[in-house]
């Protein structure tokens, strides 16, 4: 399988560990983009990953599945670089990747904003 894919094993579909995520995980602040993570345990994929668009910020399906592309695209083309770096760190970690912003951005911005925040998230676990 090729390292860019986003494979559905690669999500977060649990409930009860996004609520753990939200209520017990760290955060980073990168603008537009808000990456709360928590350390888990190194499988097959070191990392999991949710994207979320707040209903509240974004009334319009169509303006939250526009962003949710995005930040998806930014994340699948950064994975081959975060997961090489956390398995020599030998670290597993989930995530949820939250839009913060009022206004749509452009892709670019979306991806310079995660991959910044993934070396961050990089710098803090290791």
Do not use: C, W
């Amino acid at each position: 399988m090729s390292d860019f894919s986003f494979s559905k094993k690669e999500r977060i579909t649990s409930r009860k560990i996004l609520s753990s995520l939200f209520s017990e995980g760290k955060a980073i602040q990168v603008h537009p983009l808000r990456i709360i993570y928590q350390s888990a345990p190194a499988g097959n994929h070191p990392a999991a990953v949710a994207i979320a668009v707040p209903k509240r910020i974004f009334r319009k399906a169509a303006d939250r599945n526009l962003l949710k592309r995005r930040i998806r695209e930014a994340y699948r083309l950064n994975k081959p670089f975060f997961h090489s770096n956390l398995r020599k760190l030998d670290r597993g970690v989930n995530l949820v990747i939250l839009y913060q912003h009022h206004q749509k951005v452009d892709y670019h911005s979306i991806h310079d904003a995660l991959q910044q925040g993934l070396e961050i998230l990089l710098q803090e676990i290791s």
